[in-house]
T-cell receptor, first 112, second 115 residues
Framework: SQQGEEDPQALSIQEGENATMNCSYK?????LQWYRQNSGRGLVHLIL?????REKHSGRLRVTLDTSKKSSSLLITASRAADTASYFC????????????FGKGTRLSVIA | DADVTQTPRNRITKTGKRIMLECSQT?????MYWYRQDPGLGLRLIYY???????NKGEISDGYSVSRQAQAKFSLSLESAIPNQTALYFC??????????????FGAGSRLTVL
């Protein structure tokens, strides 16, 4: 069963706008990761945030984590057409020996 | 060359046939995984292996089997394929320790169609 649940399922924005995707999860985690998937291709790791971190940045990406609400958000600033992809959150649980569990993803379309 | 290579990339087969999807990696990672992706359902874990002698069932292992032939190779078999196994299959790897522990590197995927 999915641990993470992304919201919204689909998002369409204009180039240059910011895109925000949310992920909610159910159980205690060790870390939360975001991955990107271009259509029909393998997933690519974007960023990892640990349970003791609240915010992390990587280039135009900003990830926040609120463990009290069991939620995370991914913000892509100044979006580009090349950012069009599906974005998945994945949670790593406390034990460390349990594989990542992925959500169903958010489909982002950036219109030039 | 890709770090994680999956073969075949595309396969069309008939109900009842035995199919093997192969995965090899040059990352030197101990951990390997097979996920299945269906439209609207995200990725679901089929099997995973934390080292050569370790095999574990995932969320949806029924109808599948795996073999970890070496640290670098992890194959997925469908003994008797059925149409609802039509999906995109991904192999992934991760290191056990270090800063990248638990971060997955994915192959390009194997698209399987069962008629």
């Amino acid at each position: 069963s999915q641990q993470g649940e992304e919201d919204p399922q689909a998002l369409s924005i204009q180039e240059g706008e910011n895109a925000t995707m949310n992920c909610s999860y159910k159980t205690s985690i060790n870390n939360l990761q975001w991955y990107r998937q271009n259509s029909g291709r393998g997933l690519v790791h974007l960023i990892l945030i640990r349970s003791n971190e609240r915010e992390k940045h990587s280039g135009r990406l900003r990830v926040t984590l609120d463990t009290s609400k069991k939620s995370s958000s991914l913000l892509i600033t100044a979006s580009r057409a090349a950012d069009t992809a599906s974005y998945f959150c994945a949670t790593g649980v406390i034990s460390g020996n349990t594989p990542l569990v992925f959500g169903k993803g958010t489909r982002l379309s950036v219109i030039a | 060359d890709a770090d994680v290579t999956q073969t075949p990339r595309n396969r069309i087969t008939k109900t009842g046939k035995r199919i093997m999807l192969e995965c090899s990696q040059t990352k030197g990672h101990d951990r390997m995984y097979w996920y299945r992706q269906d439209p609207g359902l995200g990725l679901r874990l089929i099997y995973y292996s934390f080292d050569v002698k370790d095999i574990n069932k995932g969320e949806i292992s029924d109808g599948y089997s795996v073999s970890r032939q070496a640290q670098a190779k992890f194959s997925l078999s469908l003994e008797s394929a059925i149409p609802n196994q039509t999906a995109l299959y991904f192999c992934a790897t991760s290191p056990t320790l270090g800063a990248g522990a638990n971060v997955l590197t994915f192959g390009a995927g194997s698209r399987l169609t069962v008629l």
